[in-house]
């Protein structure tokens, strides 16, 4: 399938290194908003929709690892971003890796905040796809879907963020929900891991029972040199529940501080 012409917005100093935030399954660029006043003095931030999400287009799938992946160095091409530095929280962490091992040149430094190479069972999101098309919203599992994103306590105490969040799943185009779902049943980056040559940090929280653990220990196994961070609070959504010390865990590994 050939690239399309992902959305995106840049904020920073323009003559800054770039860096390339990838959001997760469900939510658009505005997931990133938390992390911002961190980075955006030190960095030329490049957000930016995934395929089937937010205001970029949503062709009809199946989409791939690949796909993805080839929209982003799309994007960087027609950016003129020849290198630049990643933060991928779970399918942009996997976009991250398919990038750094496929497309090594344009990756300097990776991170990837809750994510993974490999993501069984695949059925689960066959079965996570087809609900979605049949019922034609997100909504159908959005419920489910935001139950295993925040800590129950983070929920209770921040509705307005679970509104937020909320809002970008349930409007998620379902195809392009849908189409990705598909994309993360067919990807298997095991073999990928070695080839990547961009220090690489993963980033993993104790009560994330979307991807625990262990798939950031997997990442750091597969990849050479890579380190491991376990934040020993926060679930899947991190990047937003813990959005300092995200922001701090980042901001070392990029400027090469171990």
């Not at 992390?35 to 490049?46: H, M, N, S, T």
């Not at 630049?84 to 905040?113: E, F, N, Q, T």
């Not at 300092?244 to 171990?258: F, I, N, P, Q």
Request: negative net charge; hydrophobic residues 45%.
């Amino acid at each position: 399938m050939s690239a399309v012409e992902l959305h995106s917005e840049q904020s920073g100093p323009p003559d800054a290194p770039a860096l390339l935030l990838g959001s997760s399954l469900g939510t658009t660029l505005e997931m990133w908003s938390p992390v911002l006043p961190g980075l955006a003095d030190r960095w030329r931030i490049v957000r930016f929709d995934h395929r089937g999400h937010g205001r970029s287009p949503v062709p009809e799938g199946p989409y791939d690892m690949a796909d993805l992946g080839g929209d982003v160095v799309s994007l960087l091409d027609r950016l003129g971003l020849d290198r630049v530095s990643y933060v991928g929280a779970s399918l942009g962490g996997m976009i991250g890796l398919w990038l750094a091992a496929h497309a090594s040149g344009r990756i300097d430094r990776l991170v990837c905040v809750c994510s993974s190479a490999y993501l069984p069972p695949a059925q689960a999101w066959a079965a996570r796809a087809a609900s979605v098309r049949e019922a034609g919203s997100v909504a159908a599992v959005a419920d489910a879907v935001l139950a295993r994103w925040f800590t129950p306590s983070y929920a209770e105490r921040h509705p307005d963020v679970i509104a937020w969040v909320g809002a970008m799943l349930r409007e998620t185009p379902p195809e392009g929900y849908a189409a990705c779902c598909g994309a993360i049943e067919r990807m298997d980056l095991r073999d990928d891991l070695a080839l990547i040559n961009a220090p690489t940090l993963a980033i993993a929280a104790t009560e994330d029972h979307a991807i625990p653990p262990g798939h950031s220990r997997a990442i750091v196994a597969g990849v050479p040199g890579a380190r491991l961070e376990v934040m020993p609070y926060g679930a899947h959504l991190a990047a937003i529940e813990r959005a300092e010390e995200v922001t701090a865990l980042s901001e070392r590994h990029l400027e090469g501080v171990r």
